[in-house]
Nanobody, 125 residues
Framework: QVQLVEYGGGTVQTGGSLRLSCAAS????????MAWFRQTPGKERTCVAG??????????ADSVRGRFTISISRDNAKKTVYLQMNSLTPEDTAVYYC????????????????WGQGTQVTVLE
């Protein structure tokens, strides 16, 4: 059973950068897809970025393309997916969630059955 633990988040000024990390333990990972979603109060979770573990598919939402980058590290026993966020704006303020599923990349949050605990990102004007 895969477990997800998120790190990172915090408060930055407009134009600043943050990096979120999500460590996946357990396994297997061969067909695992990882994604980052975000949610603001009263709104649905939306997919920010996703990739499959073999890097056959990498997705970034239009709203973050060119500013956010999803990547993975396979260097240690705990596989880690990152979300590098640059040029942050107040509109990026949200709770960010790491998610995982066995299968291809999906932007539908109902397709994911494993979730991290969520981490708050706040961008000040």
């Amino acid at each position: 059973q895969v477990q997800l633990v998120e790190y990172g988040g915090g408060t930055v000024q407009t134009g600043g950068s943050l990096r979120l990390s999500c460590a996946a333990s357990g396994g297997p990972f061969r067909k695992l897809t990882m994604a980052w979603f975000r949610q603001t109060p009263g709104k649905e979770r939306t997919c920010v970025a996703g990739l499959d573990w073999n890097l056959n598919t990498v997705h970034h939402a239009d709203s973050v393309r060119g500013r956010f980058t999803i990547s993975i590290s396979r260097d240690n026993a705990k596989k880690t997916v990152y979300l590098q966020m640059n040029s942050l704006t107040p509109e990026d303020t949200a709770v960010y969630y790491c998610a995982a599923r066995n299968g291809g990349v999906s932007i539908d949050d109902s397709a994911y059955d494993l979730w991290g605990q969520g981490t708050q990102v706040t961008v000040l004007e």
